[in-house]
């Protein structure tokens, strides 16, 4: 059998169907991922997104994310894996979307649960008080020349997305553990599973019984634990799963109707 149909077919069976996302599902959108081939890495030194070059230099943080990184991810739309998941969480299969991305691109193609590890684009947040702001009224201050400031307590503004050196939302990671360790069947789409804690996230479904299934383009560090592992890209793989997922439930045409 193959692995497309061995995939669909554990979604049938599943009951609690968890997807985790990466970087890697937003390529076919123009985001370019950290550590593949056109990686981001490849042309940024990473410590440049570290919490203590922000605080540090946070005009300058600013400003390379306005121009490097924020006008890219805003003008993205989601593609065609995007659109499966919310079309399989429509269909009470997938239960849930945990994301190591910023983008917004999951709730852009309308699914509903969605948990971000890493933050949303679209905020911005005090360092000092916490407040939450529109993240384009921070970008027409860094446009004008202005650090970001906090108008209720005169605190630093900074992008409300998680920079390396940051601890993760407790109370969201509480929840993608909660997911995770309630799945039958937790998905990884397009990650290198390289960055931690989201990387505990398969071993916690995994040592719960849930099946792993890893569909990514280059190795992950969790490929040994996989119950299957495709090597693809995303957007050409999971539709195919979406779509058979579908003939086999329905015979209903429309749902996943991608080709
Ligand atoms: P990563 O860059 O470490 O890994 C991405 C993986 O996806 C790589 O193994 C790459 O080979 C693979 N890949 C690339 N295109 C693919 C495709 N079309 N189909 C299948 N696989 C593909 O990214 P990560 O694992 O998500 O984690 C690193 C960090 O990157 C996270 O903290 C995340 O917040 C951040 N990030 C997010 C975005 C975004 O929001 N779109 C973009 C870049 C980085």
Known sequence: ??????IA???IRSRFAVALTGAGISTASGIPDFRGPSGIW????PSLFHIS???KDPMNSWKLFAEKMYDAIKKA???ISHYALSRLEEMEIIKGVITQNIDDLHRKANTKEVIELHGNINFSVCTQCGRRFNIEESIKEVKANKVPLCPYCGGLVKPDVVFFGEPLSSETLRRAYDFASRSDLFLVLGSSLSVSPANQL???AKSNGAKLVIINAGPTEFDPYADIRVEGRVEEVFPKICKLVEEMIASKSGICDYD
């Open 1 to 6: 059998m193959n692995q497309i149909r061995m």
């Open 53 to 55: 070059y922000f605080m």
């Open 42 to 45: 490849k042309t940024f030194d």
């Open 9 to 11: 077919e554990e979604m």
């Open 202 to 204: 398969p071993i916690v």
């Open 77 to 79: 739309k989601p593609n």
